[in-house]
């Protein structure tokens, strides 16, 4: 008798990485992917649901490569990812490539391994209607504004992360060139979750956020 495949994929939605990678949990993943045409789809958004480069303090260079490389390969599995949890690489073009490729992302994690790396306020990731969580930690903008050009595209966004995050001193008398930027009819994301964590960019963030709404705020310095 063959299985009902809402039953093969109600057994393999309760092998889950969407929050922790765990090596045996993905192992059996893998091999259930490869035992038959029906546990194939659902073990593999499985797998591909939450992508993490885990080594955030070196080049993610190789990781990088490997991730398009595989979505250039088998492009069904860029709609399978809800959480992109990746250390910017050393060149950041790449990290623009891996952005534009995850369409359905859910939950975006950055971490900046080098200083000097630019971030990417004009990936379109941010505007994406799915995306309702960002966390950034260890960014400092010598541009404000582009903190602020990022996320007042993110209208879909429902909870905000920050840490170690800072901007040029807003005290100095600094004229910024213009960015670019198209901003959503409701004027920014409202959020309902906000995180603060040593962040110094007041000015520019509070003008681009609606914190109306905010069902849960956290301040730490």
Not at 53 to 65: A, L, M, P, T
Not at 83 to 108: C, E, M, N, R, S
Request: aromatic share 8%.
């Amino acid at each position: 008798m063959r299985l009902p495949q809402e039953l093969l994929e109600e057994i393999i939605g309760h092998l889950d990485l969407s929050r922790n990678f765990d090596h045996e949990t993905s192992k059996t993943l893998r091999s259930c992917a490869l035992v038959s045409r029906a546990l194939a789809r659902p073990s593999q958004m499985a797998l591909f649901c939450r992508i993490s480069s885990r080594d955030y303090f070196g080049d993610n260079y190789e990781f990088c490569e490997h991730f398009l490389a595989l979505l250039s390969s088998s492009p069904h599995l860029v709609g399978y990812t809800r959480t992109l949890d990746i250390g910017l690489p050393y060149k950041g073009d790449l990290t623009l490539h891996i952005l534009a490729a995850v369409t359905q992302l859910h939950t975006l994690i950055m971490r900046n391994s080098y200083s000097r790396i630019p971030f990417p306020h004009d990936s379109s990731v941010f505007a994406l209607p799915t995306l309702r969580r960002v966390e950034l930690n260890y960014f400092h903008f010598l541009r404000p504004q582009e903190l602020h050009s990022a996320l007042i595209k993110a209208i879909s966004l429902e909870e905000l992360v920050l840490f170690d995050i800072r901007c040029l001193d807003e005290t100095e008398n600094t004229t910024f060139p213009a960015i670019d930027e198209q901003v959503g009819s409701d004027g920014g994301p409202r959020l309902k979750s906000l995180v603060l964590n040593r962040v110094r960019c007041g000015q520019h963030l509070v003008e681009a956020l609606d914190i109306r709404h905010l069902e849960s705020l956290t301040l730490s310095a």
